[in-house]
T-cell receptor, first 113, second 113 residues
Framework: KQEVTQIPAALSVPEGENLVLNCSFT??????LQWFRQDPGKGLTSLLL?????REQTSGRLNASLDKSSGRSTLYIAASQPGDSATYLCAVRQGAAGNKLTFGGGTRVLVKP | GAGVSQSPSNKVTEKGKDVELRCDPI?????LYWYRQSLGQGLEFLIYFQGNSAPDKSGLPSDRFSAERTGGSVSTLTIQRTQQEDSAVYLC???????????FGPGTRLTVL
């Protein structure tokens, strides 16, 4: 059974610092991996999706890397801003058939002005 | 167009009562998913509908939980004889057939007293 872990559970940084969020998964035979953002009381917003054949994806200040063989992904957020404060979740999709995702527990980020 | 919508946004019920949660997916999305987010358990997959195929019910925690999707659009998640451990945020998501990105609704917060 796939298990997804995110460490740390919470992170507090001053504005302007780079953020590094970690995600690990036990079964490396994944189809893809997604990073989501969740604001309090809201649903999830997809940030980046990395296919199993890819090593990284970039969008603006966000960069996500994937090392499938070691079961790890890292989300980098450059030059953090208070508006980046949210919970970040990673999720893996196991196979091509069926889209169900297995989520990590999330990292709660606070960027202090 | 409009995103995924869910109703009600909040539901408080007494132990033993039945509840129905509704999800309106994005128009044209053939796949629909229900997830549950609770303290200590993270975000868990419940059920997945894809077109006219039989749903993947592998995530439903007990036979008190059921879901249906009428006309390939709106879905209802029903919890019978609610228990306190059913208290959670229930999230719905939808996606295009064959697409990887799931779009999430804002969730329904269920509190069982």
């Amino acid at each position: 059974k796939q298990e997804v872990t995110q460490i740390p559970a919470a992170l507090s940084v001053p504005e302007g610092e780079n953020l590094v969020l970690n995600c690990s998964f036990t079964d490396s035979a994944i189809y893809n991996l997604q990073w989501f953002r969740q604001d309090p009381g809201k649903g999830l917003t997809s940030l980046l999706l990395i296919q199993s054949s890819q090593r990284e994806q970039t969008s603006g200040r966000l960069n996500a890397s994937l090392d499938k063989s070691s079961g790890r992904s890292t989300l980098y957020i450059a030059a953090s801003q208070p508006g980046d404060s949210a919970t970040y979740l990673c999720a893996v999709r196991q196979g091509a058939a069926g889209n169900k995702l297995t989520f990590g527990g999330g990292t709660r980020v606070l960027v202090k002005p | 167009g409009a995103g995924v919508s869910q109703s009600p946004s909040n539901k408080v019920t007494e132990k033993g009562k039945d509840v129905e949660l509704r999800c309106d997916p994005i128009s044209g999305h053939t796949a629909l998913y229900w997830y549950r987010q609770s303290l200590g358990q993270g975000l868990e997959f419940l059920i997945y509908f894809q077109g006219n195929s039989a749903p993947d019910k592998s995530g439903l925690p007990s036979d008190r939980f059921s879901a249906e999707r009428t006309g390939g659009s709106v879905s209802t998640l029903t919890i019978q004889r609610t228990q306190q451990e059913d208290s959670a945020v229930y999230l719905c998501a939808s996606s295009f057939l064959g697409a990887d990105t799931q779009y999430f609704g804002p969730g329904t917060r269920l509190t069982v007293l």
